[in-house]
């Protein structure tokens, strides 16, 4: 150790109290740093999670024709001409045949899962009680695969739906609705006058409100003998990929290989996207000012104790002690404390988001409040701190190596 160590480190026993309040104010900082940064980029998983319990990363399905012509085209000639109730016709809906798409997108190394569903707006009769409701036909293996479904039953087993062609499982707030519970007996009618028993083998809660007061699922071989459809027949093929957040790009690889509408996540849901942005920054904000603010407060200590000093100081140079001489002194002790504060500010960081992670929280398949431990978070915060405390201390310490000793000791 040098001397300018030695002076360093005297200074700083010297004070032990002064020390204390300076690594706590670092510490307080840091580990708020992280415990802000995790908490925000839990509740954005969540969310996120959440969200992708129905929607996939990209949907692929027949989409309405963007132009209907005109049926009769303006005559240059005065022709009279009478149409009674004019029509366009009908466009082909759904998707006929699924395997080759399905075929072609699973090539693709950056595609996860990919499944298929029939969805359907119906109708469900509990006796007199009659609500609208979505009705799902999905593959059960790879609806798994998709969205972990299985995972957020409250009752029953999701795979029974391979089992049961009678079989459907209610969201749990279209069950309350309804007033029906397991192994109980519902009609569906569908929009074509179809009516057909089933019994509710299964309830779900996904944490979204709007799919569960809504929602209703079956097998797709069942969906489709209920609708009169082949046995190729879908509405929509739903994709995930390894980032979700380069669905953008995939979908333009994967809108060459079919005439079908192709469309990202992103496209229906902007608004999720700019939450996630929104409080991602709100987060770094937060923690950037209380880092900030733990730097003020190592630069009053810095100052106070270049003061304090200020005859010894004097003393040093006239001694020999240059400026950088006196700058390596007191910035080694702001480093000092930015390292102390700093690993004890990722200990305390850590634990009290261990804790904030035990608090009881029920939605969805969520326990407990979401924290998300991410590694970056920890070295940034540390670097952070560790930067802030470093200018705290630099900035009196070259205050103090520009000072006349002879005007200090005169005076």
């Known amino acids: 150790m040098n001397t300018n160590r030695k002076i360093s480190w005297v200074h700083l026993s010297s004070k032990v109290k002064q020390l204390f309040v300076a690594v706590l104010s670092v510490t307080f900082g840091i580990s708020m740093y992280i415990f802000m940064n995790s908490f925000m980029s839990g509740v954005n998983s969540a969310q996120t999670q959440i969200t992708f319990t129905s929607m996939s990363h990209i949907r692929i399905y027949n989409d309405l024709p963007t132009d209907v012509h005109q049926i009769l085209k303006t005559k240059e000639n005065k022709t009279l001409v009478i149409v009674n109730n004019a029509r366009n016709i009908r466009y082909t809906e759904g998707i006929k045949n699924t395997a080759p798409i399905r075929e072609s997108v699973s090539g693709l190394k ?18 007199v009680t009659k609500i609208n409701a979505s009705l799902s036909g999905v593959d059960v293996e790879n609806e798994d695969r998709l969205f972990h479904t299985s995972e957020y039953m409250q009752q029953g087993n999701f795979f029974d739906l391979e089992k049961r062609a009678d079989g459907i499982i209610l969201g749990y707030k279209l069950a309350q609705n309804l007033g029906v519970e ?199 915060a540390f670097s952070f701190g560790l930067l802030i405390t470093a200018i705290a201390g630099y900035l009196p310490a070259r205050n103090a190596s520009k000072i006349d000793p002879v005007a200090i000791l005169r005076g």
Not at 110 to 127: D, K, M, P, W, Y
Request: charged share 20%.
């Open 182 to 380: 397991m192994d109980d007996n519902i009609t569906v009618l569908t929009s074509d006058g179809i009516s057909r028993v089933f019994k509710i083998i299964g309830i779900m809660e996904t944490g979204s409100a709007s799919v569960d007061k809504t929602r209703a699922i079956i097998s797709i071989r069942t969906a489709r003998q209920l609708f009169s459809k082949n046995r190729s027949y879908a509405t929509d093929i739903l994709i995930n990929i390894n980032d979700f957040n380069k669905s953008k790009e995939i979908s333009k690889k994967i809108a060459a290989m079919t005439d079908y509408k192709v469309e990202a996540w992103q496209e229906g849901n902007a608004q999720l996207d700019s939450a996630n942005v929104l409080r991602n920054i709100l987060a770094v904000a937060v923690s950037f000012t209380i880092l900030i603010v733990a730097g003020f407060g190592i630069y009053n200590i810095m100052n106070m104790t270049v003061n304090e000093k200020i005859k010894e100081i004097a003393i040093l140079k006239a001694m020999g002690f240059n400026g950088s001489d006196i700058v390596e002194i007191f910035l080694t002790q702001s480093v000092i404390i930015g390292l102390i504060g700093g690993f004890t500010g990722l200990a305390f960081g850590y634990v009290v988001s261990m804790i904030v992670d035990q608090i009881p929280f029920k939605i969805g398949s969520f326990t407990t409040l979401p924290i998300d431990y991410s590694l970056t978070d920890y070295v940034l």
């Open 110 to 127: 950056e595609i996860s899962a990919i499944t298929e569903q029939l969805n359907e707006n119906i109708f469900i009769r509990n006796g």
